[in-house]
Structure formats: structure tokens, C-alpha cells
């Protein structure tokens, strides 16, 4: 998997000016550094192709550390990971972020992970969730978003995160191959990646807008 060779690090850019601040450099291989969930502590990483995270810690104001203050976390406890597959996609975490949540591709499964240890708890939801790929989280409720299907998966969690419930799917016509999402106040927003569709410089791109009222 090539691919994977080519996305080993991770970036910290300034928001005002667009320069680069800092950049880890993510020792495994083969690696895709996949998703990143930013809390008040620390960032991070999801690695596709290792059964692995990174943690990059934060400092006062959310100063960031030097190249080399980085932690990895192995993934153990539950988590399922196969070999020539692509397994740990996206990450969130829980509300008092005692906990991260992440998907698996391969295993179809969500986990809920101790970021302290690494140990990982399957979050029984009674079936499999297939094309899973962005999550976003507000509250209990959880967006799983399914890009090749063209959908997205509303999921309510228990109040521990070992399981949950799929209570709705929300679909759009303008969907096309959603990856990621994200909220603000009564909608959700999709990022369409138009797999299906060659890049080139006349092709557009799009957000789409989804109502959750």
C-alpha cells in the first residue's frame, strides 16, 4: 500500500497567517495518518494502517510541544486489526474527554478508548456500520458518516459508551460521497469527496447542509 507511505506526519499551522508551526513526524510504516480530535489536553492522531494512536501534547494556551513530544498509544482490549487493511479511520471524544471514540473500517466497529492505556472497549451498537469514515459528536449523539453509501448514521450513545442504538439516517440528493463532517447550531455539514469523479481543476467541490430539526 504506497499510499500509505506518504501521510506519516502531523502539522500544527497558524490560523491567522497560514504558516507552519510545528510538524511530528509519525515514526511507523507503512502509515496513514488518517483523522485528528483536538481536546484541552492533547491532540490526537488516527493511523489507518497500525493499530495505533499518537498523542501530541498541549501545553498553557494550547502551546504546542517540540518534534519529538509525541506518545504513541497501542491499541489493545477489543480492537480488532487486520493486516492489509484499512482500520482506524476517524476519532472523537467523549463530552469530560475521559474517553476517545474512534471507527474501524475493516471491523466496521466503533471503540471507545482510554487514551491512558490504549486498552479499547467495542461499543456494541447490534450491528455493523459499513462505509464508515467522519465522526462528530454533540452530547450523547453521534454522526457516523458513510461515504460510499451516501449517508450518514445517527447513533445514540449509553452513558458509559459501550453501546448504543442507530435512531436515524439522514440522507441528502446533493450527497456525493461524504467524508467528514461537522456541526453548527441546527445543521450538519458534509464535505463531499467525489471519489467517483477524476480530479482535474474544473471540478468542483462541495458542503453540503443538513437540517437536524
Known amino acids: 500500500m ?72 497501542e491499541l489493545s482490549g477489543d480492537f480488532e486489526f487486520i493486516p492489509d487493511a484499512f482500520n482506524t479511520n476517524s476519532i472523537e471524544a467523549t463530552p469530560n474527554e475521559a474517553f476517545l471514540i474512534i471507527f474501524n473500517s475493516a471491523a466496521q466497529a466503533l471503540y471507545r478508548v482510554d487514551p491512558a492505556s490504549g486498552v479499547a472497549v467495542e461499543i456494541d451498537l447490534g450491528e455493523p456500520i459499513a462505509n464508515g469514515d467522519g465522526l462528530v459528536r454533540r452530547g450523547q449523539t453521534l454522526y457516523v458518516v458513510q461515504n460510499r453509501l451516501n449517508q450518514v448514521a445517527v447513533i445514540r450513545l449509553a ?3 459501550t453501546s448504543g442504538r442507530l435512531v436515524a439516517t439522514l440522507t441528502d440528493d446533493d450527497f456525493d460521497v461524504p467524508t467528514t463532517a461537522d456541526l453548527f447550531g441546527n445543521w450538519l455539514y458534509t464535505v463531499n469527496a467525489r471519489f467517483g469523479t477524476p480530479p482535474g481543476p474544473d471540478v468542483e467541490y462541495h458542503i453540503v447542509q443538513v437540517s437536524l430539526r
Do not use: C, H, M, W
Open 159 to 161: 452513558p458509559r459508551y
Open 2 to 73: 504506497t499510499y500509505g507511505r506518504r501521510k506519516r506526519d502531523g502539522r500544527v499551522y497558524d490560523t491567522d497567517t497560514g504558516e507552519l508551526v510545528e510538524q511530528y513526524q509519525f515514526s511507523a510504516d507503512p502509515s496513514f495518518i488518517n483523522d485528528v480530535i483536538v481536546t484541552g489536553t492533547a491532540a490526537y492522531f488516527t493511523n489507518s494502517l497500525q493499530p495505533e494512536l499518537y498523542q501530541v501534547p498541549l501545553g498553557p494556551g494550547g502551546t504546542v510541544p517540540t518534534p519529538d513530544s509525541f506518545e504513541t498509544i
